[in-house]
Structures are given as C-alpha cells and as structure tokens.
Nanobody, 119 residues
Framework: QVQLEESGGGLVQPGGSLRLSCAVS????????MAWYRQAPGKERELVGE???????YYADSVEGRFTISRDNAKSAVYLQVHFLKPEDTGVYYC?????????????WGQGTQVTVSS
C-alpha cells in the first residue's frame, strides 16, 4: 500500500523560509516522479515543482529561484525548501508521486500540510 505523508508546514512571516518533507511508503518511490502541488483558498490545485526519478527538476514560474525540490532515494523522501516566502504562497501543500505504467498514469497523494505566510 502506498502512503505519502507531508510535514513541515506552519505559519511564517513574509520573507521567511520553510522546509517541507514528504515520506513515501511502498515500493514506488525510486521509479516515480515526485512533485509538490499547492492549493490556495478558492483556487485550483497547481503544480509547484517536480523532480524525476533521475533528478531532473522543473518549477513553476511563480516559485523559480525561491523553491528547491530534492529527493533522497535511500530514505524514500522528497523535500521542498522554500525561501523568500510571500503571502501568495499561502495554501495547502501536497506531495504527489506519479508513475506511468504503459499508457496509464498513476497518481498518489498525501493529505497536505498547511503553509501560511502572514505578518
């Protein structure tokens, strides 16, 4: 059974930093693209960034240069280091594991961790 569990969210002042973690149980981690999404109140969930199984990363324009994704395959964990936080970064941050098996896409989600940026 695959489970994803996020941690590290909280209340932070504008300009501050956080490190979000996602622990993955199950045997899918090493072959999955791992991603972080976020959902602000009243808005749709959006992709923040992702890192492939071989370490290639992609970031949304809104977080490029401020957020960094990394993964530790030995620990089956993925991290999101966030710097220079802005109020618009507020939202629930979700960890996602994605695999392609043949022509079918499989997504696994955590329950999310709240990040609030406010003075």
């Amino acid at each position: 059974q695959v489970q994803l569990e996020e941690s590290g969210g909280g209340l932070v002042q504008p300009g501050g930093s956080l490190r979000l973690s996602c622990a993955v149980s199950g045997s899918i981690f090493s072959t999955s693209t791992m991603a972080w999404y976020r959902q602000a109140p009243g808005k749709e969930r959006e992709l923040v960034g992702e890192i492939t199984s071989v370490g290639s990363s992609y970031y949304a324009d809104s977080v490029e240069g401020r957020f960094t994704i990394s993964r530790d395959n030995a620990k089956s964990a993925v991290y999101l280091q966030v710097h220079f936080l802005k109020p618009e970064d507020t939202g629930v941050y979700y960890c996602n594991a994605m695999q392609w098996r043949g022509h079918s896409r499989y997504d696994y989600w955590g329950q999310g961790t709240q990040v609030t940026v406010s003075s």
